[in-house]
């Protein structure tokens, strides 16, 4: 991934700041509507990698080295304009697919008040969204039976604690179709949960949790079929959705279908009864479980990871959008 490495931002001067997430800084444009700029932080087990070198924060006049994630943080080059890109990629596949659906996509365009000096290196990471209200609750659903929903069925023979018939191999697909799995949005620092369909239901409402779960099904198997076609095999991934409160409609808000938010597998080499390759952070996953880093702080990844990460997230992009990332 070609291009400037941007760990930090720091826009104040221009913007308010509203949150800074694990990969996303959200700043306020107006009262309804937010600039997303997609960082190359990389998180693995809700813990972000560190080790930056000052010198990645420089390009920036607001350049504050007390800031956090200053010192904690390690990136992949070029994943923020390409998870951001992607992202807006899968939003038109979608809508075209489902004509009614709603983004919360504004424009990939910057707001005119960012400086010039900055605009190139906020240019592909950034897109203005509208601002809605989130349901706290992330819409997990899952195809194929890996990950913590492997390990869960191993021991209880349940994922998120629904019944699922016995006998499934590792990586195999539900035999009654994908599953709707969703976990809570944990606050910083915290973990996600994993929870039933019906603690869900308690926490975003029934009215909500309803069309929150079909909705998420539904864009899974749209998404699956066309990744299918470019070779992908979609494991699973999760939707974010927020409400519009003066129409009561949910909108696909966040991040869509990245190997932020999926695992992705290359059909070509998919087995069933083993784990799989993929084109996701699962290679920075697989790396601190065989260290014994797992969810632990103040992690390095060494180059090799790095380098490796990036050509993965390069690979499903160009795979599913059908451009070499160098012409994007």
């Known amino acids: 991934m070609a291009g400037t490495m941007m760990i930090y931002t720091n826009l104040v001067e221009d913007l308010p700041l509203v949150i800074r997430g694990k990969v996303r800084d959200l700043y306020m444009v107006d009262e309804q509507t937010l600039l997303f700029v997609a960082t190359d932080r990389i998180s693995a087990y809700d813990v972000i990698m560190k080790?930056?070198?000052?010198?990645?924060?420089?390009?920036?006049?607001?350049?504050?080295?007390?800031?956090?994630?200053?010192?904690?943080?390690?990136?992949?080059?070029?994943?923020?304009?390409l998870l951001n890109l992607l992202s807006a990629h899968w939003f038109q596949v979608l809508k075209a697919a489902i004509p009614s659906l709603r983004t919360h996509l504004v424009t990939l365009d910057l707001p005119a008040n960012i400086p010039k000096s900055l605009r190139s290196q906020l240019r592909n990471r950034s897109m203005q969204v509208r601002k809605l209200h989130i349901f706290p609750i992330e819409a997990i659903v899952r195809g194929y039976i890996t990950g913590s929903a492997w390990r869960e069925y191993q021991n209880k023979g349940t994922v998120h604690g629904i019944e699922v018939r016995q006998g499934l191999r590792e990586s195999e697909a539900f035999p009654k179709g994908p599953i709707y799995t969703p976990s809570t949005k944990a606050e910083a620092g915290k973990n996600d949960e994993n929870i039933h369909p019906d603690r869900a239901a308690e926490i975003v409402g029934e009215q909500y949790a309803t069309r929150?779960?079909?909705?998420?099904?539904?864009?899974?198997?749209?998404?699956?079929?066309?990744?299918?076609?470019?070779?992908?095999?979609i494991a699973d991934t999760k939707f974010e959705f927020g409400l519009d409160t003066t129409t009561d409609e949910v909108v696909l808000v966040d991040e869509v279908l990245t190997p932020d938010s999926s695992r992705f597998w290359p059909a070509?080499?998919?087995?069933?009864?083993?784990?799989?390759?993929?084109?996701?952070?699962?290679?920075?996953?697989?790396?601190?479980?065989?260290?014994?880093?797992?969810?632990?702080?103040?992690?390095e990844m060494p180059d090799e990871v790095v380098r490796k990460t990036a050509e993965k997230y390069r690979e499903a992009f160009e795979r599913l959008v059908g451009k070499r990332w160098e012409d994007v």
């Open 268 to 299: 070509s080499s998919y087995r069933i009864g083993e784990a799989q390759d993929s084109f996701d952070k699962q290679f920075l996953r697989n790396w601190l479980t065989a260290e014994g880093l797992k969810g632990k702080e103040d992690v």
């Open 51 to 81: 080790n930056v070198r000052h010198a990645d924060f420089k390009l920036f006049r607001h350049f504050d080295p007390t800031a956090d994630h200053c010192e904690q943080s390690k990136g992949i080059p070029g994943k923020g304009a």
């Open 212 to 233: 929150i779960q079909d909705m998420a099904l539904s864009l899974y198997s749209m998404a699956r079929s066309y990744a299918i076609e470019r070779g992908i095999i």
